[in-house]
């Protein structure tokens, strides 16, 4: 079993739907969790990271962390062609020994 | 402007031909990452450095070295690529290890394709 499931999509929405990402993990020791946007043929660039469970909001972006379900979940409001891209969550315990992992990403698609 | 390049973006070679990546930053930064990403597997990191002359593995390092003579720079270093290294590869940097989860940085990527 991988350290954190990511469902590979794809998953295609209408402009304005709200969006919901999600990645379930097992190792309760994380503490750091990131969303990471990917467009084609770019690297990832980071576009949330919280600390613990919550809510965190940016935005049109909103992150929310669970530990209890070890589950975290991205939601875009107001979803627009631009958001077309691979959305990759990634957690770590935030230590300085602890590494990051990362989920395989999911790939979404705004339908004009 | 701030970011990591990597050089080349695009190359196919053959078995068992050695190859460097390069990446350059130019924030800085101590800690540096390389990365490989497969479809269905995600990002697993290769290799990465604390700092100068501080190098340590990640959790896919078979097959691969890399040197931190510099800050600025870390190389990728295939000695004798195989097909299974037919990859995208990214190198990141953050300021330390410690910040990366908020401060990463992501290079364009290298394809490299391995007959």
């Known amino acids: 079993q991988k350290e954190v499931e990511q469902d590979p999509g794809p998953l295609s929405v209408p402009e304005g739907a709200i969006v919901s990402l999600n990645c379930t993990y097992s190792?309760?020791?994380?503490?750091?969790f990131m969303w990471y946007r990917q467009y084609s043929r770019k690297g990832p660039e980071l576009l949330m990271y919280?600390?613990?469970?919550g809510n965190k909001e940016d935005g049109r972006f909103t992150a929310q962390v669970d530990k209890s379900s070890k589950y975290i979940s991205l939601f875009i409001r107001d979803s627009q062609p631009s958001d077309s891209a691979t959305y990759l969550c990634?957690?770590?315990?935030?230590?300085?020994?602890?590494?990051?992992?990362f989920g395989s990403g999911t790939r979404l698609s705004i339908r004009p | 402007e701030a970011q990591v390049t990597q050089n080349p973006r695009y190359l196919i070679t053959v078995t068992g031909k050695k190859l460097t990546v390069t990446c350059s930053q130019n924030?800085?930064?101590?800690?540096m990452s390389w990365y490989r990403q497969d479809p269905g597997l995600g990002l697993r990191q290769i290799y990465y450095s604390m700092n100068v002359e501080v190098t340590d593995k990640g959790d896919v390092p078979e097959g691969y070295k890399v040197s931190r003579k510099e800050k600025r720079n870390f190389p990728l270093i295939l000695e004798s690529p195989s097909p299974n290294q037919t990859s995208l590869y990214f190198c990141?940097?953050?300021?330390?290890?410690?910040?990366?989860?908020?401060?990463?940085?992501f290079g364009p990527g290298t394809r490299l394709l391995v007959l």
């Open positions: 190792n309760s020791a994380f503490q750091y």
């Open positions: 990634a957690m770590t315990r935030g230590s300085s020994a602890s590494k990051i992992i």
């Open positions: 990141a940097s953050s300021q330390t290890r410690e910040r990366s989860q908020e401060t990463q940085y």
């Open positions: 924030m800085n930064h101590e800690y």
């Open positions: 919280t600390y613990s469970s």
